[in-house]
């Protein structure tokens, strides 16, 4: 009865408060809120995704704008042009190449190749135009800056278009997606942010690292001219005779290694033990950065057509080809070249030494491929 009573007496006490008496009107905005949400929800999900994504289109734009301003001012440095370079920067920054069809694809790769060409030989000679007082590694390495202020252009673009597009027409599922994918995006312009710094002042990068193995094995040896681009030089390495080969630095360059590869096979007839190539790969989160691996086939990125000519030469003449390659993160493959990163060359050299012991014997001939952007790395 005792506990009757205390119970009657606080409900007694709860609906005396003032919120207990109108305790009717909080049902009522809860059910408001309720239908509100489940009629209204998904659009107002809707705004507030678009928010984000345009408080990440405005860093975008701030970043993309700032890569502009750092190229056109690298160009009036190093160039010193009489008119001013802007328009022509401008102009630049649209530049867009058209893929070879390909419905047929026999004969894609050449045809691929022949763009590919025609395309490096308009931005050199634009550069030329902009940076008159330029030598030709400066060229390289304007015309290195310039593709990463057009990226970061490209990549600010894309999104704008899609940001405007879900605005436009208030699809969750554009920019839901546009959202997901967002901190992947800002990763990559960050990085290529910082690759502007690296280009214009022609400091190594961590996609160099390929490179620089190439350099260290070349040192103190003759080099010479192998393919557009590429050099190449003889290296005494573990009783073995070495071809090492490279992109020419010390500009911003990646030259044809699988043209300057299938003319070392050609001279040599074909009687090549193996290929070892080094390069820069994309390392898993969790991995470390500088972690060496080893495995099989031919270690390069790009649209392809080196990876086919090396592909095609060691089938032709059944060659067996390794890979060693430094791992790494997007954003240091195109900044400055991290210490951990440096450090990785003097393992992946005593790795590529092991796959040479244990693949090949005495007086054997071996070609290593130093793959990547050579800049700031001579030979």
Not at 96 to 111: H, M, W, Y
Request: net charge negative; glycine share 8%; aromatic share 8%.
């Amino acid at each position: 009865m005792n506990e009757m009573a205390t119970i009657t007496a606080l409900q007694n006490q709860i609906m005396q408060e003032p919120f207990g008496e109108y305790s009717w009107i909080l049902n009522v905005l809860i059910y408001v809120f309720f239908f509100v949400f489940m009629f209204y929800g998904q659009k107002i999900n809707t705004y507030i995704m678009l928010r984000e994504v345009e408080g990440s289109l405005y860093k975008l734009k701030y970043i993309k704008d700032k890569g502009r301003k750092k190229a056109i001012e690298a160009i009036k440095e190093i160039g010193k042009a009489e008119t001013d370079p802007t328009a022509r920067v401008d102009r630049f920054l649209e530049y867009f190449t058209i893929a070879p069809k390909s419905l047929d694809p026999a004969g894609i790769v050449g045809k691929l190749e022949h763009i590919l060409d025609v395309r490096e030989t308009r931005f050199k000679d634009d550069v030329k135009l902009m940076a008159p007082e330029a030598d030709r590694t400066q060229i390289n390495n304007l015309e290195n800056t310039l593709e990463a202020a057009m990226a970061l252009n490209f990549i600010y673009k894309i999104i704008r278009h899609f940001y405007l597009l879900g605005k436009k027409t208030l699809s969750l599922y554009i920019i839901m997606q546009l959202q997901m994918i967002l901190p992947l995006v800002m990763r990559e312009a960050e990085a290529y942010a910082n690759a502007l710094k690296a280009f214009a002042e022609g400091q190594p990068i961590g996609d160099g690292v390929g490179a620089l193995v190439a350099a260290r094995l070349t040192q103190g040896h003759p080099t010479r001219i192998i393919a557009k681009d590429c050099i190449a030089a003889t290296v005494p390495l573990e009783g073995r005779t070495a071809y090492v080969v490279k992109a020419e630095g010390p500009g911003g360059n990646v030259g044809k290694p699988g043209e300057a590869v299938k003319t070392v096979i050609e001279e040599n007839e074909g009687k090549i033990a193996t290929i070892i190539m080094v390069d820069a790969a994309l390392k898993l989160e969790g991995e470390e950065v500088g972690e060496i691996a080893e495995g099989v086939g031919a270690a390069i990125g790009g649209p392809g057509v080196d990876q086919f000519k090396i592909e095609e030469s060691i089938l032709e003449h059944r060659i067996p080809i390794n890979a060693v390659i430094i791992k790494e993160d997007i954003g240091d493959a195109v900044s400055p070249m991290r210490k951990e990163i440096f450090e990785a060359v003097d393992k992946a050299i005593e790795r590529i030494k092991q796959v040479i012991l244990e693949k090949t014997k005495e007086g054997d001939k071996v070609i290593i491929v130093g793959v990547g952007n050579t800049i700031g790395i001579g030979q």
